[in-house]
Nanobody, 127 residues
Framework: QVQLVESGGGSVQAGGSLRLSCVVS????????LAWFRQAAGKEREGVAA??????????TTYYTDSVRGRFSISQDDNTLYLQMNGLKPEDTAMYYCAAARAFGPSWSWPGSYDYWGQGTQVTVSS
C-alpha cells in the first residue's frame, strides 16, 4: 500500500522560507514521477514542481511552474520528497500536497496523471 505523509507547513511572513517533506512508502520509483501540488481557497489544484527520478540517479529531471522557478527547489532523498521554498509570497498561500505516479504520463502538472496523494500541509504567507 502506497502512503504519502507531508509535513513542514506553517505560517511565515513574506520573504521567509519553509521546507516541506513528504515521506513515501510502498512506492516503486522506476518509471514514475513525484510532485508537489497546491490548492488555494476557491482555486483549482496547481502543479508546483515535479521530479522524475528516472532509471538511474544521474538522470533526475525536475520541472517547475513559472511562478516558483528560482524560488522553490524540489529534491528527493531515499524515501522522502522535499520542497524547499524561499522568498515566499502571499500568493504562495495554499494547501500543499505531494503526489506520486506509477508512470510519467502526458504532463507533469496534470493532477489526473497521479495515482497517490498525501493529506496535505497548509502554508500561509502573510504580507
Amino acid at each position: 500500500q502506497v502512503q504519502l505523509v507531508e509535513s513542514g507547513g506553517g505560517s511565515v511572513q513574506a520573504g521567509g522560507s519553509l521546507r516541506l517533506s513528504c515521506v513515501v512508502s510502498g512506492y516503486t520509483y522506476s518509471g514514475g514521477k513525484l510532485a508537489w501540488f497546491r490548492q488555494a481557497a476557491g482555486k483549482e489544484r496547481e502543479g508546483v514542481a515535479a521530479v522524475y527520478p528516472g532509471a538511474y540517479t544521474t538522470h533526475v529531471t525536475t520541472y517547475y511552474t513559472d511562478s516558483v522557478r528560482g524560488r522553490f527547489s524540489i529534491s528527493q532523498d531515499d524515501n522522502t520528497l522535499y520542497l524547499q521554498m524561499n522568498g515566499l509570497k502571499p500568493e504562495d498561500t495554499a494547501m500543499y500536497y505531494c503526489a506520486a505516479a506509477r508512470a510519467f504520463g502526458p504532463s507533469w502538472s496534470w493532477p489526473g496523471s497521479y495515482d497517490y496523494w498525501g493529506q496535505g500541509t497548509q502554508v500561509t504567507v502573510s504580507s
